[in-house]
Nanobody
Framework: QVQLVESGGGLVQTGGSLTLSCAAS????????MGWYRQVPGKQRELVAVLPTVGTTNYADSVKGRFTVSRDNSKNIVTLQMNSLKPEDTAVYYC????????????WGQGTQVTVSS
């Protein structure tokens, strides 16, 4: 059993910043991938940024230079620092824990709303 609990969403003005955090608990094994996706109504969930246990981060082109993802492997926490936010960043953000490469499945958080006002 794995649980992902997200925090940090909210309303911010264009150009502002927000930090999202996600704490994973339960049966967590390495290596794995943790990170963030986002979704707006009527569209598919899309990658924001993911980071393996060890390795390089993968960012969506739309957030490069503005967002930074980091993780604390000892606590199974992944954080997304979002700067220079734009209205098009408005979405529900979902935390991801992917242990599929070791046969342990993929898990999602409940989602947290981020709204950027113009």
């Amino acid at each position: 059993q794995v649980q992902l609990v997200e925090s940090g969403g909210g309303l911010v003005q264009t150009g502002g910043s927000l930090t999202l955090s996600c704490a994973a608990s339960g049966s967590i094994f390495s290596p794995n991938l943790m990170g963030w996706y986002r979704q707006v109504p009527g569209k598919q969930r899309e990658l924001v940024a993911v980071l393996p246990t060890v390795g390089t981060t993968n960012y969506a082109d739309s957030v490069k230079g503005r967002f930074t993802v980091s993780r604390d492997n000892s606590k199974n926490i992944v954080t997304l620092q979002m700067n220079s936010l734009k209205p098009e960043d408005t979405a529900v953000y979902y935390c991801l824990l992917n242990m599929r490469t070791i046969g342990r499945g993929i898990y999602w958080g409940q989602g947290t709303q981020v709204t950027v006002s113009s």
